[in-house]
Every structure is written in structure tokens, then in C-alpha cells.
């Protein structure tokens, strides 16, 4: 098996990358460190034959020329034989040419005209990575791909058991500078003799000659830089205290993206009210869709101002009674009929629009056709549809001739006014003003019923249920946490209990209107345990433990550092340790303990052990690993350990201690 890396970068694109500085030294000590028998040169968008000579003349492994190609919104690499680099630089420098801004790209049609034959290349795209190149492009691109690159263990062992995708291949993609903490592990193992770009393209045809690790397969990963690898199910850490369990975790997690880490104690929740706003932070999907109507009907009504519309019917009444009391003083210009004439009202075209749209989503509607056909043909829909766009076209129609007739009136009515001394009745559209006036009424009802407490909510979680309620704010503080501001509730409250009075009154206190819907009903969240009960603050825990742990799909590896360190035993058996192996068949888990119930009873798939030894006046840290049935760890610089001491050690503080619990405490209460 041969190790390579076909994706690194050497220098700095001055379009789309960081400035860093290569050095030549820091990428021999990447190539010896990792053990790599082959790397290529991709940087983007641009080759530089010169440095890549420079590369070449001071290592010792086969280096190939290749570059990193924006393609179609995606990127490409694009890998040469070194036996060609003149042709190659020229045909480097046309892509340069063409990639100009961050938002550039070249075309499949672009890349061909300016490579030719590109069967004497490899090409790699982005995968499952972003940018990554579409299915389409990759379609386009046939036969000439057979491999795309991955960013993790999890998404190359998805890739590597579905004969539908690509055969993945995992690089580092680093930039190679002075003063790198810790090389990426991120490489691939490939089943070949000697390196040539042919026997790499064939090889990487092949998904069974592709692999994570160079004996193990796919089953094992290198998770850091100085050779420790893991299983890519189910790891246990093991060592005593200070020995760098937290720090290794800690180098893991750097080593990697999308990475879900649960540090120790970080899941203790002693306070009742930090927890239930936990809560209303994860379940916020559920306020926002209860509260989605209310927040439609929050925003119309902020429009409707009901002293505005009084002090518009009072100086229509003025204007009314002046105009009464002048009558028998017009004028003949005032006496025109059009002098005092009302404007037309247009019809509302809203429900119209709203039917015309039902008919035609039953109409196109596919999945339920059928059942739709038992009570109403398609051709009846149609007629329907016909029907209501005939009428809209009717009504709409209308509106625009009341729109022409109302201009003309209003250029009319001004005339007249310029050539009298009389003045007209205002103008007012009473319609709207009863209508807002029942809207408010209707919407104090509605408030009232909805502040009525209730559960609107509920979601059973491995033995705990959330329970989500409606209730009304019972004070102003409460209404200031709720808006996380500085701002006095204190008179707003005071309406609280007149809806549309309390909207008005947040009005003016400087919050978002688009937040107005979320003070006028509280949602809260309580977590019952399996008794119906709330739950203790050890629950808390159990129960945010699970959350995070279910939680773990969404990411590529998953580190927990020491559990137990507020669960009880049987807690942890029950459950943490079930979820724990199904969660491990998709993504690497990584646990830290010192407790038997995890470590030993959940039958991991590899074992590490931290040990701390002071050498002289130096302390040396060491990491072994091995399967939990091997009789013998071996650390990363080749020494041995007895697995039976590291666990009994461990698990158990040691074969005294355990021979001591079993002889004076479970054997006599057992007897």
C-alpha cells in the first residue's frame, strides 16, 4: 500500500486564498513525519514550474504537477505526469488568464479546449467537499472521472460501500508554511507497485484498492500527526489523571472539520431556568411555526390606528355640517353635482387570488391525484379555474375603470374647488373604518384565547418528554428577559390585558416589529421523566447528555470526554451506551473514562491508553492502542503494555482494589 496526498498547496493565490510564505523545510518534515510516498502540487488556479523543480530535486518520493481549477462554481484537480512540464505550465497559464475575480470559473468546454486530450490527466473533483463540483459538470466530464474527494473517515466509508458514487479519496489540502502546529492526517492508501500517474488513475477505478488506513482498511484512521490511529466506529480512552487525554482529544479535534466535541461537566445544568431557556433555544421551530399566524396578524394590525380614524371621521362631520349649513349660499360651480361626489371603491382581489391558486395546485397536484379524482374530476377543476380567472379578469376590469373614473372625478372636483368658495365634505372610506374597527374587536378575542394556557406541543426523547405550554406573562420583567434589552415594560404592562392597546404601547418602546407577536403569549418548555414528573438536576444532565449525543448525526466524528462524571451506572448502561454503539456505525465516537461501566461494557472497537512517566528530570507522555481483545498495546514508538493491568488499573483502580470490593462487599451481599 502506498500513502499519498494529491492535494497541497505551495503557494498563496492572490485571488482567493490567505498569504502565507512556503517553506521548503516545513514540507520535508510533512512527507517524512506522514510517511507519504507520493504527493501532488495543486495550487489554485496556477503552476509554478520553477518552485516544482525546486520540490522535486530535495525529496525522496515521486512529486507530480498539478493544479486546483476552478470549474463551473466548483474546484477540480487536475494531475500531470512530471515528464511533460513545459507543456503543462503553458496550458496552466491559460487558466490564469481566464480566473481573474473570486467569482470566475471556466466552463467543461473551456477546460477541454485548453488541455486537449484530458485521458492524460487525472482529475479529481470536490466531492463530497465544498466547493464541490455538480453532478452535471461531472457528467460532462465522463469518462474521465472515476474519483472525487471527500473531507472525512464518515463521508469516505459512505462513498466507499455505495457503488453508485465516486470512489473516494481523501487529501489534506494544506498549505505547507513555517510554523504549522500539527499536520493535517487527511490522506489516502492506495493498493499499487510503482508510482506512476497510470497506475494511480487505474488504481483509483478500483474501490477496493482505496483505503483509510494501510493494514486495517477502512476500519481504521490516522487521527494524528505522530501515527495514532483509531477505529472509525467505537474508541475508548483510557489513563490516569494528567496524562493527556483532553489534550489528545484536543489535537484530534483540530486535525478535522465538523467535528462534534462534548468537553467534560459541560452538560451539568443545576439551574432550572438556564435549562428551560436551553430548551425554547433548541425547540424554537416549534414557537415559530404556533406563532407564525399570529405574527401575520400582529403585522396587519400595526397598520390600523383607530385615532387616526376618528379624528377622520370627526372633521368629516365638521366638514359635513359646514357644507349643510352653507347650502343656501352655493354657488353654481359648488352646486355640481361632481362637487360633492363620493370616489368608487375597489373590490378586493386578494380571495380571488387565493381560489385561483387552490384550483390550480389541485389541478397539478400529483401525489394525491388520485384521491382528488374520487370527488372531483380534473376537468371540473379546470372549468373552475377558467371560471374564477374569467371572473378576476371581470373584476379587475372594473377596478381599473372605477380607478380612470376616480382621477377624473378628483380632477374635476379640484377645478371646481379652485372657482368657489365653497368646500366639499371631506372625503373618508367608512367601509375601512368599521372594518378596522370589528378587526380590533376580533383581534382582542383572539389574543384572550390564545394567552388561554394549553399544550400545543410534545416529544418523547428516549424516556423523557417535552411538554411545550402557552401561558401570558404574569409581570414586566419578565417581558424585559424575554427581549434581551435594556428597555422599561413598566407602563406597557399595563395594557396587557387590552391587546390592542398593549400593541400600540410596544410600539413606541423601540422594539423590532417583527418581534411584537413573541409579548403577547409565553411558550414554555418543561422536561418530564418517565414518572410524568420534572426532572432533578441529575436528569437535566442524563437528558442533555442524550440531546447532544442524538445530536452527533449532523457531524463527522464525535468526542465526549469523561460521561460518567455526573450519571449514574445504570443510566449509562441503559442508555448512553446503546445510542453510543448506533451513533458509532455511522460516524467515528471517541470516549474518554474512567469507568467501567463505559469503558469495558460497551465493547468498543479499539482501546487507547494515555501514560504519564517522569525520565530523569523529563516527563514523557505515551499513547498505546490496540483492538480490546489483544493481550498487548502498542504505543507509538513501538513499546508494549499489558491491556489486562491498563483496564483493571483503570476501570477498576487496580486488581487489589477490585479483588477487595468482590470478596468483602458483592460476594457477601450476594450470599
Not at 401575520?296 to 372633521?315: F, G, H, P, Q, S
Not at 411545550?468 to 434589552?485: D, E, V
Request: charge should be negative; include cysteine.
Amino acid at each position: 500500500m502506498k500513502k499519498i496526498d494529491l492535494h497541497i498547496h505551495t503557494i498563496p493565490s492572490t485571488i482567493s486564498d490567505s498569504h502565507f510564505d512556503f517553506c521548503l523545510e516545513t514540507l520535508k518534515e510533512y512527507v517524512t513525519k506522514l510517511e507519504l510516498d507520493c504527493i501532488a502540487v495543486t495550487n489554485h488556479n496556477l503552476f509554478d514550474a520553477e518552485q516544482f523543480t525546486q520540490i522535486c530535486e530535495n525529496l525522496d518520493i515521486k512529486v507530480l504537477p498539478g493544479i486546483e481549477i476552478d470549474l463551473e462554481k466548483g474546484h477540480l484537480l487536475l494531475i500531470s505526469e512530471n515528464t511533460e512540464l513545459g507543456d503543462f505550465t503553458a496550458k496552466c497559464q491559460q487558466v490564469q488568464a481566464l480566473i481573474k475575480t473570486r467569482e470566475d470559473s471556466i466552463t467543461v468546454e473551456n477546460l477541454q479546449a485548453i488541455f486537449g486530450d484530458l485521458n492524460r490527466y487525472l482529475l479529481i473533483p470536490h466531492y463530497e467537499k465544498k466547493p464541490n463540483i455538480s453532478e452535471e459538470t461531472i457528467a460532462k466530464l465522463n469518462p474521465h472521472i472515476h474519483a472525487g474527494e471527500v473531507t472525512s473517515p464518515r463521508k469516505f466509508k459512505a462513498c466507499s460501500k455505495d457503488n453508485t458514487k465516486l470512489v473516494p479519496v481523501i487529501f489534506s489540502d494544506v498549505r505547507i508554511y513555517n510554523g504549522i502546529k500539527g499536520f493535517p492526517t487527511r490522506q489516502s492508501f492506495i493498493d499499487i507497485g510503482e508510482i506512476t500517474l497510470k497506475s494511480i488513475k487505474a488504481c483509483l477505478t478500483d474501490r477496493t484498492k482505496v483505503c483509510l488506513s494501510g493494514s486495517e482498511g477502512n476500519d481504521y484512521f490516522q487521527v494524528t500527526d505522530d501515527g495514532l490511529f483509531l477505529s472509525t466506529g467505537l474508541n475508548v480512552m483510557l489513563g490516569e489523571r494528567s496524562t493527556g487525554k483532553t489534550h489528545t482529544l484536543e489535537r484530534i479535534m483540530g486535525s478535522f472539520e465538523n467535528v462534534k466535541y462534548l468537553k467534560q461537566f459541560a452538560l451539568l445544568q443545576d439551574s432550572e431556568e438556564k435549562f428551560e431557556a436551553l430548551l425554547s433555544t433548541r425547540h424554537s421551530s416549534v414557537n415559530e411555526q404556533f406563532l407564525k399566524e399570529l405574527k401575520d396578524m400582529i403585522a396587519d394590525m400595526t397598520k390600523v390606528d383607530l385615532v387616526a380614524n376618528k379624528k377622520e371621521a370627526e372633521k368629516y362631520l365638521e366638514s359635513l355640517i359646514k357644507f349643510a349649513s352653507e347650502s343656501d349660499k352655493l354657488d353654481s360651480y359648488s352646486k355640481a353635482s361632481l362637487f360633492s361626489e363620493t370616489l368608487f371603491l375597489e373590490a378586493d382581489l386578494k380571495g380571488l387570488d387565493s381560489l385561483i391558486d387552490a384550483a390550480c395546485l389541485l389541478i397539478d397536484n400529483t401525489e394525491y391525484s388520485e384521491l382528488i379524482n374520487q370527488h372531483i374530476s380534473v376537468d371540473s377543476l379546470k372549468q373552475l379555474a377558467v371560471a374564477l380567472i374569467r371572473e378576476h379578469i371581470g373584476t379587475h376590469k372594473q377596478n381599473l375603470e372605477k380607478r380612470w373614473l376616480n382621477d377624473l372625478i378628483g380632477k374635476i372636483k379640484d377645478d371646481l374647488k379652485l372657482k368657489t368658495a365653497n368646500t366639499p365634505p371631506l372625503d373618508i372610506d367608512f367601509y375601512r373604518v368599521l372594518l378596522e374597527n370589528e378587526k380590533v374587536k376580533k383581534f382582542n378575542e383572539i389574543i384572550k384565547e390564545i394567552q388561554q394556557e394549553r399544550e400545543i406541543d410534545s416529544k418523547n426523547i428516549r424516556g423523557f418528554k417535552v411538554v411545550a405550554r402557552t401561558k401570558k406573562y404574569t409581570g414586566a420583567n419578565q417581558l424585559k428577559l424575554k427581549s434581551r434589552k435594556q428597555i422599561s415594560f413598566m407602563e406597557a404592562f399595563k395594557k396587557y390585558e387590552t391587546p390592542y392597546s398593549f400593541l400600540n404601547s410596544i410600539k413606541e418602546i423601540g422594539l423590532e416589529e417583527t418581534d411584537f407577536h413573541k409579548y403577547f403569549v409565553d411558550i414554555e418548555y418543561k422536561t418530564l421523566n418517565k414518572h410524568g414528573f420534572p426532572v432533578s438536576g441529575g436528569e437535566r444532565s442524563e437528558f442533555n447528555l442524550l440531546h447532544e449525543i442524538g445530536d452527533a448525526l449532523q457531524f463527522d466524528l464525535l468526542l465526549i470526554d469523561e460521561p460518567e462524571s455526573s450519571f449514574d451506572n445504570l443510566f449509562l448502561k441503559n442508555d448512553v451506551n446503546e445510542l453510543l454503539k448506533q451513533i458509532s456505525k455511522e460516524i467515528p465516537v471517541v470516549i474518554v473514562t474512567h469507568n467501567s461501566t463505559v469503558g469495558a461494557s460497551i465493547k468498543p472497537d479499539c482501546i487507547v491508553y494515555t501514560k504519564k512517566s517522569i525520565v530523569g528530570n523529563e516527563v514523557k507522555y505515551q499513547l498505546f492502542y490496540g483492538y480490546p481483545g489483544d493481550k498487548q498495546l502498542k504505543s507509538l514508538d513501538g513499546a508494549l503494555t499489558d491491556n489486562y493491568d491498563i483496564m483493571l488499573s483503570c476501570l477498576e483502580a487496580g486488581q487489589q482494589a477490585y479483588d477487595d470490593r468482590k470478596n468483602t462487599i458483592y460476594d457477601i451481599l450476594k450470599n
